[in-house]
Each structure stands twice: as C-alpha cells, then as structure tokens.
C-alpha cells in the first residue's frame, strides 16, 4: 500500500482494520453500565440479573473462540470475520426490540456468538505479520476498547436520555455494519513472502526466524504444559476484579450520590487511560517480557480496587479509575500477547481462542457476583475487597510464572494428563 511515494507496511493496516472491529465489539462490553438504570427503570429487573446478560455474552464469546480461532487457522480471517458481523450486528439491533428478561438474554447470546469471530481471530493475525514490533502492533489495535469506553458511554448515555435504551442499541447496531464491513475489506492475512527479505523492518526476518525460533507448539501441547494453566488462572482472576469495575463503576458511583452524566465520565476517564496503558503495556512486554510486566500492572490493579470505595468525593475517583485504566489496559492487552510469546504463533489462532475463555469466564463471573453481592449486602463494599484480593493472587501467579518458566517453547516443563 503506497501514501504518496512512501510504502506502507500492510501490517500497519491490518492493525487498523482490527482496531475497527474491536471498537464495535467494545459497545456492548465497556458501555454495558449506562444500560442497567434505565433498564431497571423499565422492567423492574434486579443487577444480578440485568449482569447475567453479561454474563452470558462472555461465555459464548471466550468459549466459541476456541472454535473461532481454528476456523481462521483454517479457512482465513475474512470468513470468520463475515459471519461474524451478520450475528453480531443483527444482534445488537434486535436488542432494541427485547420485552423481557429471555429475549434480553438471547440478544446478548447473538451478541456473544458473533463477538467470537473477531478478538482471537484477529490478534493472531496480527502476530503473524509483526515480529519485532509485536506487541505495540497489538497494543494499538486493543487500544480500541479503551476507545470504544471513552467515546461510547457517554454518547449513549446523552443518546438514552434524548432517545431512551431502544434507539441507544438500534443505533448502535447500524453502526456496527459500518464499521465492521470497513475491517473486513482492509483485512488481509499476511501473505508467504512475509518471511523474506522482500518486508520491511516490522516484518519477519527469515534469519531471525530460522536461527532464534523455538518450535511452536500445538494446542495440545501447550495445555500439557503447567506454565498454561498458571497463565489461565492468573488472568481469570484478574478478568473477574477487572469486569467488577468496568461494569459496575456507573451505578456505583450513581449509588454514592454522583448525577448519571458524571458517572458515566469515569468509564470514559477508563476508556482514554486504558488507550496509553494498553500502547505502553505492549513497549514493555517487547522490553521485558510479557510475564514481568504483568507483575506490576496486577498490584496496581488490586491497590486501585482496594482503594475505591474507600473515597466518594468524584475528584478522588477520578484519580483513583485513572490508574485503573493504566493497569487494566496494560495486563488486558498482554492478555493476547503472553500466549504467543510462550507458544508460538502457528497455532496461535486456537490457542488464543482457548485463552478467551478465560475473558469469558471472568466476563461472566465478575459482574454477576457483583451485581450478586450488591443485591445481597446493599452495596460494593465486599464485592471491591474481593476483587482486589483475587487481583492480588493473579500478581503471585506471574511472579511464579517469570521465576520458574521459561519462554522458551522447547523447554517448557510438561505435565503427563
């Protein structure tokens, strides 16, 4: 691709192309919290069980990746991409026509199932066509969820209460054909030549490759492997704390006494802080590795949640989501890098579609027990003291990780299962 006279390395588009998909993803994922008020308002729905549509959405979305991801090893990315964007966009449409509790729950199913064709997917084939340049190529494109929080939230939020909840999502899902169909077009998966001298910096080098390149390992492999489990485990618990706060901020902060507008600002305050953090997370885990770099963003990620219900003065909480959005773009951002850096990138597409479990998992998890415990107890006390605990536990999981593992895939230590 040429602008002017200069060529353009097509990995760099490749990048953008992901960045737009994942901003539609982003919608029904970080904005989630401007919905549960008037949601509440319209049906009389408890937070458990307006969360348990989150719930839902995350579990079909981490556990048909793995399926997502071996389809793109397969038949290619813009395939998977296609079907995607048919089940996730009507959707997300549909959603504005829901009357009741199931058909809610159904859409979010849709949304799940159709969100699946794109994260795994796609930071494979990114990986695939940046070596050196990696994990900022990476960091880039997820920068798109941190996008997505800042700019989404508070224009649905002006949009619900001009418009109401329905217009918000019908709205939202035209959007999302726009956009998706763009990062379907510029997608490419990096062509054979890739490997030789024909790329420029950001590309593979075949010496590099030949001379430094462990033997990937397949997905049966890598789960032989403790190493996985302990990766699995550690952003599990991390994702939990995370969707705690990504969810359940908005009414948090209405709870304390802070108007809806103003609220809804602390996602966006999350979504511009989680852009740097996930851009400077990905610099440092091409410096250090990805395993050191999630030491620190794991305590400043449990310090944070500790931390927030202690203060309801909105100045302090802006402050406080600041450093949230610094940890939790920065270890969400390694999330789908650490796999690659471990295993390798010829079956990183299933790899990485087995690791989104662990985001649907927590994505599951996290608001449903908050919402649970809020239903319970009357507020987010216990819920924050909980997940900063887990957050805690995830930081010794990567410090066990960098001491003990190698990256190295030959020899990575295996376990007979």
């Known amino acids: 691709m040429k602008i002017g006279n200069r060529k353009i390395f097509y990995g760099w588009v490749v990048v953008f192309s992901a960045f737009l998909a994942m901003l539609t993803v982003s919608i029904p994922v970080y904005s989630f919290g401007v919905f549960i008020n008037p949601l509440t308002k319209t049906f009389g729905w408890s937070r458990a069980n307006i969360s348990g549509a989150m719930a839902i959405f995350q579990l079909l979305l981490g556990f048909i990746a793995v399926i997502s991801g071996r389809l793109s090893d397969k038949y290619g990315v813009k395939r998977v991409m296609l079907l995607g964007l048919v089940v996730y966009s009507s959707s997300l449409i549909l959603t504005s026509r829901i009357s009741s509790l199931l058909t809610f729950y159904l859409c979010f199913a849709g949304l799940g199932i159709g969100a699946s064709a794109f994260y795994a997917p796609l930071t494979s084939t990114i990986s695939r066509w940046f070596a050196k340049r990696r994990g900022l190529a990476v960091g880039v494109a997820v920068t798109a969820f941190g996008v997505g929080m800042a700019v989404f939230s508070p224009l649905l939020e002006i949009t619900i209460s001009k418009l109401g909840w329905r217009l918000a999502f019908f709205y939202s899902g035209m ?175 299933a790899i990485l579609g087995t690791f989104e479990t662990v985001a649907g998992l927590g994505g599951a998890l996290g608001p449903y027990f908050a919402g649970y415990v809020y239903d319970v107890t009357g507020g987010y006390d216990l819920a924050f003291t909980i997940g900063g605990g887990m957050t805690v536990i995830s930081a010794l999981l990567a410090i066990l990780l960098t001491i003990f593992f190698s990256k190295d895939r030959v020899n990575l230590p295996e376990w007979d299962l």
């Not at 901020?249 to 507008?261: C, E, L, R, T």
């Not at 402050?319 to 789908?336: C, E, N, S, T």
């Open 175 to 349: 959007l999302s054909v726009v956009l998706l169909s763009i990062s379907i077009y510029l997608m490419k998966g990096p062509p054979e030549y890739i490997r030789s001298s024909n790329t420029q910096d950001e590309s593979f080098s075949e010496d590099e490759l030949e001379e430094n390149k462990p033997r990937d390992l397949t997905v049966g492999e890598a789960m032989h492997s403790p190493a996985y489990w302990i990766m699995y485990f550690m952003l599990l618990l991390a994702g939990i704390s995370g969707f705690f706060i990504t969810v359940h901020i908005v009414p948090y902060a209405i709870d304390i006494g802070i108007p809806s507008f103003y609220a809804a600002t602390l996602l966006t305050v999350i979504g511009l802080v989680n852009i740097g953090g996930r851009i400077t997370g990905g610099i440092t885990a091409d410096k250090i590795g990805s395993s050191k770099a999630l030491i620190a963003l794991f305590f400043l990620q449990a310090l944070v949640i500790f931390l927030l219900p202690l203060f309801t003065n909105l100045s302090v909480l802006y402050l406080i989501v600041v450093f949230f959005g610094l940890a939790y773009g920065g270890w969400a951002m390694i999330h789908a890098l650490i796999p690659v850096e471990f295993f390798g990138t010829t079956y990183s597409g």
